[in-house]
């Protein structure tokens, strides 16, 4: 088990931010992966085919794209603390990427590669000026997938921190991390447990604790910076869940939440291995509800490998939605350190 401890100076001084690269790196890692939450249904929709196109024709943000989307250990150039609060913005998180020497940025990357749970291919990191080339390419992401969408992600990030706030002012810190994650929780009276893998303990300093929630559907990972402190990344999960469309609260009752994660998660291909890295459940876990779901021929196997059928496909898809008034047309917006771990968790 991992432990983030805090002393009573720092728990004083743990805040919650918002962080555009870690809204980055999520969508990137949602748009790869065919994972959304079921609030981003749409968002995915419109963009899932161009960003499979761009893939083909980038192979710098294909190989990352990969990465991402298959690693216990987020590579540290992409996991930043946010240094401005709720109001922190993209380009201040990007620019720490353009200080970090090409050898430090490949140490990290190798970690990552590592603790792949599939064959990496590495070839795409090449050349010099990393730093650059991965700020470039996180800004061009962010411009064309998250900025056009940030104003509702905002809204729904704002009104988690709320949540998460009122909690911490009622009953204290204990009960405002219940239920961030799977992962993490409240052990006695200084620490939370961050990772149930055995690892050393993290002394979180005297400025304190970021909390950070994101749009993706699941996973937390731990940022750290010498300048910037620690800041724990974790999925928003109050507020994608009372933006979740009837159709899949209808399915959920009907077959159960997990079974419902997985017969998502089968838009793309995977093995009962994938399966259980990628939603952080056991191998038994997911075998039990495997064979219920392919008893319902909601899901097909070849080769060990399974496959939504079409009565699945039917099932998931979602009832047509009314435009949403709220909603930002997309624009060209102009120009404008997590480290490791996640479950995507630290080791």
Not at 253 to 279: F, K, N, W, Y
Request: proline share 8%.
């Amino acid at each position: 088990m991992t432990l983030l401890r805090l002393n009573s100076l720092a728990l004083s001084r743990s805040r919650f931010a918002l962080s555009p690269l870690a809204e980055t790196v999520g969508a990137i890692i949602s748009l790869r992966r065919g994972q959304p939450d079921p609030w981003l249904y749409a968002w995915y929709r419109r963009h899932q085919l161009p960003f499979n196109r761009r893939l083909e024709q980038d192979p710098f943000l294909s190989g990352l794209a990969d990465l991402l989307s298959a690693t216990k250990w987020l590579p540290d150039v992409v996991v930043l603390p946010p240094s401005g609060g709720m109001n922190t913005a993209l380009a201040d998180e990007l620019d720490p990427m353009l200080t970090m020497t090409d050898r430090e940025i490949c140490a990290g990357l190798e970690v990552a590669i590592e603790h792949c749970w599939i064959d990496h291919d590495p070839s795409w990191i090449r050349g010099r000026d990393l730093g650059t080339r991965f700020a470039a390419v996180l800004q061009s992401v962010w411009n064309e997938y998250v900025a056009p969408d940030w104003p509702r992600r905002r809204r729904a990030l704002e009104q988690e921190v709320i949540y998460r706030a009122g909690l911490l002012a009622a009953y204290g810190w204990p009960r405002a991390l219940d239920g961030m994650s799977s992962r993490s929780k409240w052990i006695g009276a200084d620490s939370i447990k961050f990772s149930g893998q055995s690892g050393a303990d993290v002394h979180v300093g005297d400025e304190g604790l970021q909390f950070v929630p994101v749009t993706l559907r699941g996973g937390t990972w731990l940022c750290e910076s010498v300048t910037r402190g620690y800041a724990l990344v974790y999925p928003a999960r109050r507020a994608a869940t009372e933006s979740t469309p009837d159709a899949r609260l209808a399915v959920e009752q009907l077959i159960g939440r997990g079974r419902t994660r997985i017969l998502e998660a089968l838009a793309r291909p995977a093995s009962v291995t994938d399966l259980a890295e990628t939603l952080d459940l056991s191998l038994g876990t997911v075998g039990r509800h495997l064979r219920i779901l392919r008893n319902a021929n909601l899901i097909t196997a070849h080769k060990m490998i399974y496959h939504q059928t079409p009565r699945a496909n039917a099932l998931l898809e979602p009832p047509p939605t009314r435009p949403d008034p709220s909603a930002v047309p997309p624009t060209r917006p102009g120009p404008s350190v997590v480290k490791k771990p996640s479950a995507f968790t630290r080791p």
